[in-house]
């Protein structure tokens, strides 16, 4: 925030790993961040009157960037777990969510989260998929630096599965109209994404949790969920 005399907005300084369609991405040509997420964090800041600045940083990299004290907050379609909550505080649910996998559309062997023993599974490095990778067993994980990574790896047969969150991996398949790889329906588990913030900035948490109710009350939540998901 400026010091200067007048109106000096507050500024609300958000991470978010931009490379999470449609949570969070940027298309070519186009310098604006664009998502829910996005969305979501911009109508929040406006209703709590802060002024929002968006810094791209990779996922696994976010918790600790707020730990420096670089961002106030994270946006980025990031789950509610209790790992988490030992080092950050969560706003309440804005996003019901879960995993699941992609595999080549001309895939046999793989039908199901059981069959993937044996087999190697790209996952977005420090993700939830990461963790419930490794906890099914006898999978060769593959921690790569974003899901776009992990799509290529899956279509240059380096992996037989990718595991990632459902609506990212719907919203991939449909809208990039690829026919090489198929999203399976099985569930791994369900999830909830929450905005993080510091461990001791309660106060912080309140706003955020005040401006998502608001935008919850007064349809605009409703919105920007129709705009990106449909009706
Ligand atoms: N929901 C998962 C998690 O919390 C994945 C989030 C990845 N987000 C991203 N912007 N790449 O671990």
């Given at each position: 925030a400026s010091s200067g005399s007048g109106s000096s907005a507050k500024v609300l300084k958000v991470g978010s790993?931009?490379?999470?369609?449609?949570?969070e991405f940027q298309d070519e040509g186009q310098k604006e961040y664009q998502g829910f997420d996005m969305d979501l964090i911009r109508a929040i800041g406006k209703e709590m009157g802060y002024e929002v600045e968006i810094q791209n940083i990779g996922f696994d990299g976010l918790i600790p960037a707020m730990q420096a004290k670089n961002i106030d907050v994270i946006i980025s379609g990031m789950t509610i777990n209790d790992e988490r909550k030992e080092n950050v505080l969560f706003s309440d649910p804005y996003y019901q969510s879960g995993l699941t996998m992609v595999v080549r559309?001309?895939?046999?062997?793989?039908?199901?989260?059981?069959?993937?023993?044996g087999h190697k599974v790209a996952v977005q490095i420090g993700t939830t998929s990461a963790e419930a990778v490794k906890k099914l067993g006898g999978v060769e994980v593959k921690e790569l630096n974003t899901p776009a990574d992990c799509f290529m790896e899956l279509k240059g047969n380096g992996v037989d599965a990718v595991v990632n969150d459902r609506p990212v991996n719907d919203y991939y398949i449909t809208k990039s109209g690829e026919t090489g790889v198929k999203a399976l329906e099985e569930k791994l588990t369900a999830e909830d994404y929450g905005i993080a913030m510091a461990k001791d900035n309660t106060e912080l948490q309140s706003k955020i949790n005040e401006a998502l109710k608001k935008l919850k009350e007064n349809g605009e939540y409703d919105k920007i969920y129709a705009k990106w998901f449909g009706g």
């Open positions: 790993s931009i490379d999470f369609a449609p949570f559309s001309d895939e046999q062997a793989i039908k199901s989260f059981q069959d993937l023993k």
